[in-house]
């Protein structure tokens, strides 16, 4: 993958491999003490300083692939917990000299500083690192641009600052501030960060012989090269699951039930946000709960394909299968909502389709359920593009104008033009990933690299409206697509 | 308050899904929706006990669907009331 390190997926997919193999088998808690070695042989270790921290740094990683926290007696609630024995503490001190520094006359820098931290030596200024702040104020100073800001790369990725460190330099991850948003678990060289994962339970639920249904997000179309819908379910089936739904038709239902709702909120003036991408929702809901009101009422595609699968077989227990870790919280916070009963990301599936032996294989056979709209509600501006479809659908002129927020840091300034009520748009679509769930951090592949099978695959969809997609459901199930 | 209920396969099959569906109306009936929040949980790694692992706060019980009444009664109101 282009934008994560090959060894840390590989180790990752390992575990998870591992992991889902022995619960396939249902010899987990037999073999469970014996993957490490398995894992590391030894007696040469690979990264770390000797085999048994890499053995130590495995353990944990199963933990957390289980399910749980990485250390038994710290149990937390966080989806994204640290691996500690992983996390190499970064001793690195955030604000250094370079050798830029001309030795100035001016000293800005050391005039900068509220902390008297910087002295001037012989070839140039240095940082007292017993004194300095991290303020960031002589950074700013520098003329030369010559000192240099070593934020650790977790810390900097977090769009919320939930990430600060214990006396020990360790990572510590704020629930009460993280949107799981899995920016930090991407961004981690070490691969310290981890979600927790659901993947065991529901192996133990297939294997159990429920019926086990898969949901899988429309940025699942060139995830997996060139198989299609179609291929993936033939997989999944594979798997033990009792069968596959897109969840581009549960984005074809929100288009439909945001239109309605975007038409009303627009006629009174009032603004709205999307409700589709649960990072985007917990950051409105812990950073700025004034504005949960404004949140669309309409549930997430995944909750809407999770009530039709209920409709059409009840007692199914439904599986969300996409790129986001953000969905574990959603289905965790929604347990009364009718909601997926877990939720799973494309690396968990990939290391299942692995532990079993599926190869997918890409056949002639077709599965289109969602609509083309629907199919990409998962890029930046697809949920926008879906809305305004379905007011072409509904003859409505609506002359809507929609803030299309394109990561975390555009929805968070967007909410605070909101909060503020100086935004311009009247609607506001939120996205937590850059690029939309196509670069999920949950993702087997980047989206520069799915790119062109995810253009070829939709170059064979239909070209089916989203109401006429979802007319023959709503007529039979009468399924509620707001919250409870 | 909180009430925290393990979702792990092991709990989904001793009845988390029956024990969320009669708290949920025993509060609704109660009209505690606003004192009481339910929340789903990632695996509590308590599998072989027999009954559900439920966390009120951070107090940990294991329940069987059948016990929810009474517990309500008992552990539930007390601290709603408290």
Redesign the interface.
């Given at each position: 993958m282009l934008d994560k390190d090959a060894t840390i997926v590989s180790v990752k997919h390992e575990v998870l491999y591992q992991v889902a193999k022995h619960a396939f088998a249902g010899d987990l808690e037999e073999k469970r003490d014996q993957i490490p070695f398995d894992i590391i042989p030894g007696p040469q270790a690979n990264f770390r300083c000797c085999v048994y921290k890499e053995r130590e740094i495995i353990r944990q990683r199963i933990r957390v692939a289980?399910?749980?926290s990485p250390i038994?007696d710290k149990?937390n609630?966080n989806?994204v917990q640290v691996v500690e024995s992983a996390c190499e503490g970064c001793p690195i001190n955030r604000y250094v000299v370079t050798d830029n520094c001309q030795r100035c006359m001016s000293r800005k820098c050391q005039q900068a500083c509220n902390f008297h931290a910087i002295t001037i030596m012989r070839d140039k200024a240095v940082i007292d690192t017993q004194l300095c702040k991290e303020c960031g104020k002589c950074y700013q100073a520098c003329p030369y641009n010559a000192i240099a800001d070593l934020m650790r790369p977790c810390k900097r990725s977090c769009p919320v600052d939930a990430i600060s460190m214990d006396e020990n330099k360790i990572v510590v991850v704020d629930e009460n501030k993280c949107i799981h948003c899995g920016q930090c678990i991407k961004n981690c060289p070490f691969g310290a960060i981890m979600d927790?994962s659901?993947m065991?339970?529901?192996i133990?639920?297939i294997n159990?012989g429920l019926p086990v249904y898969a949901m899988v997000a429309p940025a699942g179309e060139g995830q997996f090269g060139n198989a299609s819908m179609a291929d993936l379910a033939e997989g999944i089936r594979q798997l033990g699951f009792a069968d596959m739904y897109e969840v581009a038709l549960g984005g074809d239902f929100v288009a439909d039930s945001e239109a309605k709702e975007w038409l009303e909120a627009y006629q009174e003036g009032k603004k709205m946000t999307t409700s589709c991408c649960p990072a985007f929702v917990t950051m409105v809901k812990k950073h700025f709960p004034q504005l949960e009101e404004n949140i669309s009422t309409t549930v997430s595609p995944m909750s809407a394909v999770a009530r039709l699968i209920r409709a059409e077989h009840p007692g199914a227990?439904t599986v969300f299968i996409g790129p986001c870790i953000a969905k574990k919280s959603e289905?965790?916070?929604s347990?009364?909502q009718d909601n997926a009963?877990?939720a799973l990301t494309f690396e968990e599936l990939d290391a299942m389709f692995h532990a079993k032996g599926v190869e997918l294989q890409a056949s002639n056979a077709v599965l289109q359920q969602g609509s083309i709209y629907g199919k990409k509600f998962g890029a930046s501006g697809g949920v926008t593009a879906a809305v305004l479809q379905a007011f072409k659908e509904m003859n409505a002129e609506v002359d809507a104008k929609v803030a299309q927020c394109n990561g975390a840091q555009e929805c968070k300034k967007a909410l605070l033009m909101m909060k503020v009520s100086k935004l311009p748009e009247d609607f506001i679509e939120g996205m937590a990933c850059e690029g939309g769930c196509v670069n999920g951090p949950g993702s087997v592949k980047a989206e520069m690299q799915s790119r062109r099978d995810r253009a070829a695959l939709f170059s064979k969809a239909d070209g089916r409206g989203i109401r006429d997609n979802i007319a023959p459901y709503y007529d039979k199930y009468q399924i509620s697509l707001h919250r409870k | 308050m909180e009430i925290?209920?393990c979702?792990?396969?092991?709990c989904?099959?001793k009845g988390a899904?029956d024990i969320?569906a009669k708290l949920?109306k025993i509060i609704e009936e109660k009209n505690l929706t606003d004192r009481i929040h339910?929340?789903?949980?990632?695996?509590?790694?308590k599998c072989s006990v027999e009954g559900v692992s439920i966390k009120l706060d951070d107090e940990l019980f294991y329940l069987k669907p059948e016990d929810i009444e009474q517990f309500f009664q008992d552990e539930i109101m007390r601290r709603v009331s408290a």
């Amino acid at each position: 993958m282009l934008d994560k390190d090959a060894t840390i997926v590989s180790v990752k997919h390992e575990v998870l491999y591992q992991v889902a193999k022995h619960a396939f088998a249902g010899d987990l808690e037999e073999k469970r003490d014996q993957i490490p070695f398995d894992i590391i042989p030894g007696p040469q270790a690979n990264f770390r300083c000797c085999v048994y921290k890499e053995r130590e740094i495995i353990r944990q990683r199963i933990r957390v692939a289980e399910g749980r926290s990485p250390i038994q007696d710290k149990e937390n609630r966080n989806i994204v917990q640290v691996v500690e024995s992983a996390c190499e503490g970064c001793p690195i001190n955030r604000y250094v000299v370079t050798d830029n520094c001309q030795r100035c006359m001016s000293r800005k820098c050391q005039q900068a500083c509220n902390f008297h931290a910087i002295t001037i030596m012989r070839d140039k200024a240095v940082i007292d690192t017993q004194l300095c702040k991290e303020c960031g104020k002589c950074y700013q100073a520098c003329p030369y641009n010559a000192i240099a800001d070593l934020m650790r790369p977790c810390k900097r990725s977090c769009p919320v600052d939930a990430i600060s460190m214990d006396e020990n330099k360790i990572v510590v991850v704020d629930e009460n501030k993280c949107i799981h948003c899995g920016q930090c678990i991407k961004n981690c060289p070490f691969g310290a960060i981890m979600d927790r994962s659901f993947m065991v339970s529901v192996i133990n639920l297939i294997n159990s012989g429920l019926p086990v249904y898969a949901m899988v997000a429309p940025a699942g179309e060139g995830q997996f090269g060139n198989a299609s819908m179609a291929d993936l379910a033939e997989g999944i089936r594979q798997l033990g699951f009792a069968d596959m739904y897109e969840v581009a038709l549960g984005g074809d239902f929100v288009a439909d039930s945001e239109a309605k709702e975007w038409l009303e909120a627009y006629q009174e003036g009032k603004k709205m946000t999307t409700s589709c991408c649960p990072a985007f929702v917990t950051m409105v809901k812990k950073h700025f709960p004034q504005l949960e009101e404004n949140i669309s009422t309409t549930v997430s595609p995944m909750s809407a394909v999770a009530r039709l699968i209920r409709a059409e077989h009840p007692g199914a227990i439904t599986v969300f299968i996409g790129p986001c870790i953000a969905k574990k919280s959603e289905v965790i916070e929604s347990i009364t909502q009718d909601n997926a009963d877990y939720a799973l990301t494309f690396e968990e599936l990939d290391a299942m389709f692995h532990a079993k032996g599926v190869e997918l294989q890409a056949s002639n056979a077709v599965l289109q359920q969602g609509s083309i709209y629907g199919k990409k509600f998962g890029a930046s501006g697809g949920v926008t593009a879906a809305v305004l479809q379905a007011f072409k659908e509904m003859n409505a002129e609506v002359d809507a104008k929609v803030a299309q927020c394109n990561g975390a840091q555009e929805c968070k300034k967007a909410l605070l033009m909101m909060k503020v009520s100086k935004l311009p748009e009247d609607f506001i679509e939120g996205m937590a990933c850059e690029g939309g769930c196509v670069n999920g951090p949950g993702s087997v592949k980047a989206e520069m690299q799915s790119r062109r099978d995810r253009a070829a695959l939709f170059s064979k969809a239909d070209g089916r409206g989203i109401r006429d997609n979802i007319a023959p459901y709503y007529d039979k199930y009468q399924i509620s697509l707001h919250r409870k | 308050m909180e009430i925290t209920i393990c979702i792990g396969s092991s709990c989904h099959l001793k009845g988390a899904r029956d024990i969320v569906a009669k708290l949920e109306k025993i509060i609704e009936e109660k009209n505690l929706t606003d004192r009481i929040h339910l929340k789903g949980a990632f695996c509590m790694g308590k599998c072989s006990v027999e009954g559900v692992s439920i966390k009120l706060d951070d107090e940990l019980f294991y329940l069987k669907p059948e016990d929810i009444e009474q517990f309500f009664q008992d552990e539930i109101m007390r601290r709603v009331s408290a």
